[in-house]
């Protein structure tokens, strides 16, 4: 099979562990299980559980101790994009090429099904614990990175930040803390918790930090270039949406062909740092470089 083929095989495990984990729909609030269903599941690279999972790998992991957090990582990277569309943020009707979750289930319920998601996240991945009770400490340490990087101190203390920001000239610097905990923080989180549940250093999960990093900042970097070169019917979403919320980006910074080399220069270090890793490592390298230049 051919990368895109294996990718796709492998999108199709991950949707199944996604599946596994996610809340039947019963009892009177059985339309919030609804809402986080199709929230879930609405398609996708599956970028984060993928890196996750095969950071795992690439350091001797096995077994299902991982499941759990990837399908967690899941959960909080899309109920992040359910209250980014929402109308007091981005305002977006359609993502992936079909109707967000407030325009179907209303605002109300987009709201209750993000902060379910954020809040089942942690619930899932507690199972870890179930699964493999003689790997406690690596699991703890991995809900720590889990909680960190996705709150006030990563995820969102970058959306925070992005939304003062709109409408206004920002320099590089903000924008790089932006994109850095905004986008970057979820990517680091996946592959680090895969290197600490497979038993990884200290040292190599501080090397798959700065990995994660570069492949965060390119990606988002490769997500301004999109806005203004792609169309609405390959993102499967609004194009020229940083336009019309008035945000500064890597284009309006370093223009268009600025921000091309600053997205080869970032994947060039992080490929780069991939490979002092041990492990067999051929398909991480082309998933990363596929992701950075994509063009969707």
Do not use: W
């Not at 990582?73 to 109308?87: F, G």
């Not at 994947?267 to 051929?282: Q, T």
Request: net charge negative; proline share 2%.
């Amino acid at each position: 099979m051919n990368f895109k083929e294996i990718c796709s095989e492998k999108v199709k495990e991950i949707e199944g562990i996604l599946t596994k984990y996610l809340p039947e729909a019963t009892g009177l609030q059985s339309r919030i299980m609804e809402a986080m269903e199709y929230s879930l599941m609405a398609g996708g690279k599956r970028l984060r559980p993928m890196l996750m999972l095969e950071t795992y790998r690439i350091f001797g992991g096995e077994g299902e101790t991982v499941q759990p957090f990837m399908a967690a990582q899941e959960m909080i990277h899309t109920y992040s994009l359910v209250h980014d569309d929402l109308p007091a943020m981005d305002n977006d009707e359609y993502r992936r090429g079909r109707k967000t979750t407030h325009i179907v289930y209303g605002e109300d319920m987009g709201i209750l099904a993000g902060d379910a998601l954020l809040n089942y996240a942690f619930e899932t991945a507690v199972k870890a614990f179930e699964i493999a009770p003689q790997q406690s400490g690596a699991i703890g340490c991995a809900l720590k990175i889990l909680s960190e990087k996705a709150g006030i101190y990563g995820m969102i203390g970058g959306q925070v930040v992005d939304v003062q920001s709109s409408g206004k000239v920002i320099s590089r610097e903000v924008l790089d803390f932006i994109y850095e905990l905004k986008t970057g923080a979820l990517i680091e989180s996946s592959m680090m918790i895969g290197a600490v549940l497979a038993g990884a250093s200290d040292e190599e999960v501080s090397k798959v930090e700065k990995i994660a990093k570069r492949v965060g900042m390119a990606f988002q970097i490769q997500d301004d270039v999109l806005d203004v070169t792609s169309t609405a019917e390959i993102l499967g979403k609004p194009i020229l949406s940083d336009e019309k919320n008035e945000k500064t980006t890597y284009v309006t910074i370093l223009g268009l062909e600025g921000a091309q080399k600053e997205v080869k220069r970032l994947s060039d270090e992080a490929l780069a740092l991939l490979f002092e890793l041990p492990g067999e490592k051929d398909y991480l390298d082309t998933l990363i470089r596929e992701l950075i230049h994509r063009e969707k």
